[in-house]
């Protein structure tokens, strides 16, 4: 069976420093691989989604980055955290874009202060 | 640009009670929708996925059902227990241009009282 795993599960970091998030899938080969984040407040938002090592597509223009080095690791990055990107962020993985269930991790509580 | 809207917000109930929960979107050019259960503090669990030729899904106590051409799917709730007290979410992955995402509303959060 599949399993996906994020780290850290909280996270507080001080305005202007940098960020890195980890997602990391188990159990299958090349997946689709999804970053959300939700405020308080609103709807979960998609901000990247990646089919491929290397291949990362942005839905929103931000202040994040994301990177896949590896077929099943999923990196959500940051050179400098601003307060609005505080929230609660959930990797997701799919084994196709199109008509197949995604699957969601534990989350990181992110707290910028 | 779709749109999903959940109804009601937040929804009470006694134990025992059957509950529906109302999801509906505002572009019918979907692949499937998706209910998921996120508890406080929690990732998504998925509960149903119904991809947009069928009408309904069935899992245990919860049932979904799809009205494509009108936009709306409801997650029908039997026999409600304390366990059940969640946030649910409603997901449409649409077909159109963007058909990559989810597009979430802002879910129900339900209690069910013992």
């Known amino acids: 069976s599949q399993t996906i795993h994020q780290w850290p599960a909280t996270l507080v970091q001080p305005v202007g420093s940098p960020l890195s998030l980890e997602c990391t899938v188990e159990g299958t080969s090349n997946p689709n691989l999804y970053w959300y984040r939700q405020a308080a407040g609103r709807g979960l938002q998609l901000l990247f989604y990646?089919?491929?090592?290397?291949?990362i597509s942005s839905e929103v223009p931000q202040n994040l980055s994301a990177s896949r080095p590896q077929d099943r690791q999923f990196i959500l990055s940051s050179k400098k955290l601003l307060l609005s990107d505080s929230g609660f962020y959930l990797c997701?993985?799919?084994?196709?874009?199109?008509?197949?269930?995604?699957?969601f991790g534990p989350g990181t509580r992110l707290t910028v202060t | 640009k779709q749109e999903v809207t959940q109804i009601p917000a937040a929804l009470s109930v006694p134990e025992g009670e059957n509950l529906v929960l109302n999801c509906s979107f505002t572009d019918s050019a979907i692949y499937n929708l998706q209910w998921f259960r996120q508890d406080p503090g929690k990732g998504l669990t998925s509960l149903l996925l119904?991809?947009?030729?069928?009408r309904e899904q069935t899992s245990g106590r919860l049932n979904a059902s799809l009205d494509k051409s009108s936009g709306r799917s409801t997650l029908y709730i039997a026999a409600s227990q304390p366990g059940d007290s969640a946030t649910y979410l409603c997901a449409v992955l649409g077909s159109g241009a963007g058909s990559y995402q989810l597009t979430f509303g802002k879910g129900t959060k339900l209690s069910v009282i013992p």
């Open positions: 997701a993985w799919s084994f196709s874009l199109l008509g197949y269930e995604q699957y």
């Open positions: 119904i991809q947009s030729s069928q």
């Open positions: 990646s089919v491929g090592i290397g291949q």
